[in-house]
């Protein structure tokens, strides 16, 4: 990826560097110029030829005066051909020039345009999955709905049967108990009063346990079921209202059977009292017509406990019912929602590729915003760490992913935006305070600046004073008071320009070093010193500087040069192809070999300067032609191979130090010295004494 990058880059540098709008106004530019030039050449070539066909037409001897004109004309012609060659030939190497390193803009089109197409088709992927993701949530939502209800109903299932059976073992036992109270004499039936009553009580109590149960599993039935039957909840809110009522009379009636069994207990104490004591059978009878009362009494309780018994076992049953049909519509609605879970388990098996869109949908978030935080863990353990930003590389098993949902795109979007925020900030700052740097500096480069001027005139005032002092110092005097005379104005010159630095100093760096006078000793010399010290310095600096002017002039000359030898051949070439196009075209002329005789036969010498041009081109092309100076140059070459290498590196030398001025000045510079100092030491040897011979006399 990163090679791409460079790739698109640099072709970026490349087609902005080339400017195709301007390359493209030059290409019109040149086009236009093309044209023209092809429209001047088409007239010129048709002048031309009507010119030769009238030459043609015209007398012999009347050709002679007539063919300079046609010579010309077809000069002209030449030299047109050869602007419009030159004109082509630069179009074509500026446009190469500029198109040659051009890379190819095909490919990286065709990149930029695979990328928005599928730029594109990620946002319709990513909208479908953000579809996808809500219809998902929704069918969740509502199988747990589903499920909740189920187990809600199984549950209500369970109640009711725990609840049946119940009421079947108590109307068994009630049964039973009626049978044995009405088996029983009457004898044992006061003694059974408070077994009755406690059983009834017992009743009450589970009777009303059962109601409270009922009425909670109803409550809960209606709050949950409540888009489902509200018809059928105001009927069970009205049945419960009856079934309070009921047990509101059986409440009552339970607190008369209490009343009238403790009164029945009094009177069968009394009754047994009446017994011991054998009192009158009056008072029996009374007492019995009273206890026959209580026992009617009694029974008109007991049908009326039927009664709210036979009521309640009705809304028993109703509940029931109601129970059951609720239950076979939840099963329809669990039955529909089962068929429609398994046309979303079909449409999510059409949507198998989901985990595969989310991992790719991971990897852009971690491109795009994993740079947010740089304290991640070991980034080789990729696939069981995360950065704090919840950005991550996905698992490369989509199908086994993590169900475990990193932060949404808001979040990171918001997060990088408060991460740039920052960066700006602080650029911000910084830019402020490099703003004000810039403007101390700014301030104090000025400040040096006057100062470097006042410096620089106070400087060519000082050497302006030292010429004049030198001047001074050079005229004879007579006395010493004449030659102390320049001394102390000279030393009165240092001590106001000491004075005057000690003045214009501005900045702290160098106020230490100018606010001190130059010191003075008795002898002007050593003062001067670092003037001309300076002085010295400045002419060095400056003659370095010139000297590599002087530099690059010569290497420019020398190019020049060397471009002048090469348009002197192309010249030479082009010359000889118009003498042969000249020859081709010429087959009858007198004058074939030469293209130019108007600048020799010319009886007026008016000669022009296109005449000097082509009569030196064919003075040059001429000697280059001469067939004695092919002569002399094969002899030439074939003498260079008859020497030795002795002779020829003698021949080299000589050549190279003759061909260059300066080559031949240091050659006559070294030859000079070396004969001076053969001259010297022959000199020194023949005046030494040591050297001196001593003649002796011969034998004889």
């Not at 992927?125 to 199984?154: F, H, M, P, Q, Y």
């Not at 009303?208 to 018809?231: C, I, P, W």
């Not at 329809?332 to 068929?339: F, G, Q, V």
Request: with cysteine; charged share 30%; hydrophobic share 35%.
């Amino acid at each position: 990826m990163s090679s791409t990058e460079h790739n698109f880059s640099g072709a970026l540098t490349t087609w902005k560097a080339i400017n195709l709008h301007e390359l493209q106004k030059t290409l019109d530019a040149q086009g236009i110029e093309i044209v023209e030039n092809q429209k001047e050449n088409v007239l010129s070539r048709k002048g031309l030829a009507e010119r030769t066909k009238e030459f043609k037409r015209i007398p012999d001897d009347e050709k002679l005066n007539s063919f300079k004109g046609l010579l010309k004309a077809y000069q002209q012609e030449i030299d047109g051909l050869t602007r419009r060659s030159k004109v082509a030939e630069s179009a074509f190497l500026n446009i190469y020039k500029v198109l040659a390193e051009a890379p190819d803009p095909y490919p990286l089109l065709e990149n930029v345009v695979e990328q928005a197409i599928a730029s594109t088709e990620n946002a319709s992927l990513s909208a479908e999955v953000a579809s996808l993701k809500s219809e998902l949530s929704r069918l969740r939502s509502e199988n747990g709905d589903i499920r909740r209800e189920n187990s809600t109903l199984e549950a209500t299932k369970r109640k009711l049967e725990v609840l049946e059976t119940k009421m079947d073992d108590l109307i068994n036992e009630k049964i039973l108990q009626k049978e044995n109270e009405l088996n029983a004499t009457y004898d044992e039936r006061m003694r059974n009063y408070e077994e009755r009553e406690q059983d009834l009580v017992r009743q009450v109590s589970l009777y009303k346990t059962q109601l409270r149960d009922l009425r909670l599993s109803n409550e809960t039935s209606q709050a949950k079921l409540l888009d489902v039957s509200s018809r059928a909840d105001q009927d069970l809110v009205s049945r419960l209202a009856e079934a309070d009522m009921v047990l509101a009379d059986l409440e009552r009636a339970n607190n008369r059977v209490a009343a009238v069994e403790g009164r029945n207990e009094t009177l069968r104490a009394e009754i047994e009292a009446l017994r011991a004591e054998g009192e009158s059978g009056t008072i029996v009878s009374s007492l019995q017509d009273r206890v026959s009362e209580l026992e009617s009494a009694n029974a008109d309780l007991t049908a009326r406990l039927a009664t709210a018994q036979s009521q309640l076992t009705t809304a028993h049953a109703q509940l029931t019912q109601r129970d059951t049909e609720l239950i076979r519509q939840a099963q329809r609605e669990r039955d529909e929602l089962a068929e429609e879970t398994a046309g979303l388990r079909q449409k999510l098996a059409a949507y198998a590729d989901y985990d595969e869109i989310k991992r790719e949908l991971e990897i852009m978030k971690y491109v795009e915003f994993g740079g947010l935080d740089d304290d991640d863990a070991d980034a080789d353990d990729w696939s069981s760490h995360e950065s704090e930003s919840g950005v991550h590389l996905p698992d490369p098993n989509a199908d086994k992913a993590n169900a475990r949902q990193g932060k949404s795109l808001e979040v990171l979007f918001a997060a990088k935006n408060k991460r740039i925020l920052e960066e700006l900030t602080r650029f911000r700052v910084l830019h402020g305070s490099l703003e004000h740097s810039l403007k101390a500096t700014q301030t104090e480069l000025e400040a040096t600046r006057l100062e470097l001027s006042k410096q620089k005139e106070l400087n060519e005032q000082l050497e302006m004073d030292l010429l004049a002092v030198d001047k001074q110092r050079t005229v004879p005097s007579g006395t010493g008071e004449g030659r102390a005379a320049p001394d102390d104005a000279l030393a009165d010159l240092m001590r106001d320009i000491g004075r005057d630095e000690r003045n214009t100093a501005t900045t702290a760096e160098s106020s230490s070093i100018r606010s001190t006078p130059i010191p003075f000793t008795s002898s002007a010399d050593t003062s001067i010193l670092p003037i001309v010290t300076s002085q010295r310095d400045r002419f060095r600096q400056r003659n370095a500087e010139l000297e590599e002017e002087l530099r690059r002039q010569f290497h420019a000359i020398s190019e020049l040069r060397t471009e002048i030898k090469a348009l002197q051949s192309d010249n030479l070439k082009l010359y000889e192809k118009v003498r042969y196009m000249q020859s081709y075209r010429e087959q009858d002329s007198v004058s074939q070999l030469d293209p130019l005789p108007g600048t020799s036969t010319d009886a007026s010498g008016s000669s022009t300067r296109l005449g000097d041009e082509l009569n030196k081109w064919s003075k040059r092309y001429e000697e280059a032609m001469n067939p004695f100076e092919a002569f002399r140059g094969r002899e030439a070459t074939r003498a260079y191979e008859a020497l030795n290498v002795v002779e020829r590196g003698v021949l080299v030398l000589t050549r190279a130090i003759l061909s260059n001025r300066r080559a031949r000045t240091a050659f006559i510079c070294y030859t000079t010295a070396l004969h001076l100092m053969v001259m010297f030491t022959v000199y020194e040897c023949a005046t030494s004494p040591g050297t001196r011979q001593q003649v002796q006399p011969g034998p004889y």
